[in-house]
């Protein structure tokens, strides 16, 4: 059974950094992508970067140059650094993991991580 565990959530005041990790636990290999997303209140969960198992990461447009993934894919964690926050990036983030063989698809999701932007 895999297990994705985030950490390093919490509050801080606009302008302000923090840095997510999320490592995975149990029997996973074949891992073609890791991502975060996050879930502002009231809003639907929407997708804020991934990484592929070479190293490529995307972003959400808008979060570009203030968001950088990364990930040790021999330690099955990937982590979000995220800098000048802004109370609009308050939400719970999830970590994601994609792992694929050549006749399935397995999608893998943390618990989610509270973070808040105070003004």
């Known amino acids: 059974q895999v297990q994705l565990v985030e950490s390093g959530g919490g509050l801080v005041q606009a302008g302000g950094s923090l840095r997510l990790s999320c490592a995975a636990s149990?029997?996973?290999?074949?891992?073609?992508?890791m991502a975060w997303y996050r879930q502002p209140p009231g809003k639907l969960r929407d997708l804020v970067a991934s990484?592929?198992?070479?190293?490529?990461?995307t972003y959400a447009e808008s979060l570009k140059g203030r968001f950088t993934i990364s990930s040790d894919n021999a330690k099955k964690t990937v982590y979000l650094e995220m800098n000048s926050l802004k109370p609009e990036d308050t939400a719970v983030y999830y970590c994601?993991?994609?792992?694929?063989?050549?006749?399935?698809?397995?999608?893998?999701w943390g618990q989610g991580t509270q973070v808040t932007v105070s003004s």
């Open positions: 990484i592929s198992s070479s190293g490529r990461a």
């Open positions: 994601n993991f994609v792992e694929k063989d050549s006749l399935f698809r397995w999608n893998y």
């Open positions: 149990g029997s996973l290999s074949g891992i073609a992508t």
